[in-house]
Each structure stands twice: as C-alpha cells, then as structure tokens.
C-alpha cells in the first residue's frame, strides 16, 4: 500500500516537471538589455550594463527577424552588445531560450 502511495506521488510530480521543447538549437544575435533590445541593431556596452544594473535582463536580440529571446542565463552580461550564437531550447510559451551554451563570434 505505502508502495503503491509512493509510486503515485512519484509518477505525478514528474508529470508536473515542464517538457523541454526539443532538441538544442542555435540562436545568433546580439546579448542586449532587456530595456533597450530590439529599438536598435547594436545597443553600447555600458548603456547595456547600466540598464542590467538598474534591473533589466539580459536577452538575445535577432535583427534578421526582429525577435527579442529572454534567456534563463544571466550570467550573458560577460558578451553584452556582442553578437553571439547560443545554443538552448526555445520555450515557445515565454520566448525563453533555455541556454545551453553561450559563444561569442
């Protein structure tokens, strides 16, 4: 009986786990800050780490089709205004890239 409890408990706590949208992919732009991505192709460096700093997030900006991805990885700051590819899983729902890794280009 305790078995068979445990078992289920289990069985739903794995289906409440979210599901990974696939396979990694590659993702190329440039690290912005969340309050300026997307209003131009390159944002400045220090513009970029003084809005991160004043609370906004780091996310990948795509000018080849004008997409803003949030990443789960906010340790990007160190490729801020650089174009990069990153390697993730896209969380289609939030537009959030699930990084895998992160390569300056």
Not at 12 to 23: F, I, K, M, T, Y
Not at 38 to 52: I, N
Not at 68 to 93: P, R
Request: aromatic letters at 4%.
């Amino acid at each position: 009986m305790m078995l068979g409890l445990l078992l289920t408990v289990s069985l739903l706590v794995v289906v409440a786990l979210p599901v990974p949208n696939g396979r990694p992919r590659v993702f190329t732009g440039e690290i912005q800050d969340s309050t300026c991505a997307g209003t131009a192709e390159h944002v400045e460096r220090d513009c970029a780490l003084t809005c991160v700093r004043g609370g906004a997030k780091w996310v990948l900006y795509d000018p080849s089709n004008q997409e803003i991805y949030q990443l789960d990885d906010q340790e990007a700051g160190q490729f801020a205004a650089q174009q990069v590819t990153v390697l993730g899983t896209l969380d289609k729902s939030t537009k959030t890239i699930h990084v895998v890794k992160i390569k300056g280009q």
